[in-house]
């Protein structure tokens, strides 16, 4: 068991129960997109995208990360990345050290010394052109190792989470995470399909269902009348609309 409670130990515990599982399946109804991720693959984009913040951007412990990303399989690499290497999220566009935007809303109002713009192709192709000021984030994430160790151990009571209400440490948020599990009925073993058009709070389709130990069907632009017939396909044990 891990001694410290941080959101990278969290996801760490959660991938290592089985890591060929499907840990993350991804639906976009708008596009016809399904893609399903292991925990382990899952795990290699975290480290990849981490060694991004550490070896590219020279962060860690202390720095702010920006994400103005949707629910998606690629936004869960992201966040976790940034948990793991140390970093507080804020979902805003304020002045931060690092920013991942969606390629669409990629501008310069989105302030930070480095700046990742992610296409969310479905087969994780890189951009065509990365928007002015910006790094392809498929492009640059390839080049760096499937394992990370932060240079610095990430502490319990380091800032995770930045929004308009203060800042949240990695226990606490782990705590709110655990909380959020037992409200929605997300259970050990279980698989939660999320609608994320209705939940689009991380600690919802991402932390709740980590934290619960459980594995999550993310569906964006949401077909409601698709939804019975995918969570028999799936196995859903809940369904958190």
Known sequence: MFDVRTVGTMFIEASQRDPARPLLTY?????GERTEVSAATLGNWVAKTANILVDDCGLGTGNR????????????????????????????????????????????EWPAGDRYALGLHPMALPLRTAPDGYLDYTTEVRAHG?????????????????????????AELCARAADRARELGIADGGRALVDADTHPDPLDWLLAPLAGGASVVLCRNTDNEALDTRAGVERVTVVVG
């Open 146 to 170: 499937d394992h990370f160790a932060p240079p610095v151990r990430v502490a319990d009571d380091d800032v995770a989470w930045r929004d308009a209400s203060g800042t949240t440490s990695h």
């Open 65 to 108: 990360a920006a994400v103005g990303l949707p629910p998606h399989w690629q936004t869960a690499a992201v966040l976790l990345a940034c948990w793991s290497a140390g970093l507080s999220v804020t979902m805003s566009a304020e002045p931060c050290d690092v920013a991942f935007v969606a390629a669409g809303g990629a501008t310069h």
């Open 27 to 31: 639906y976009d109804d708008g596009t």
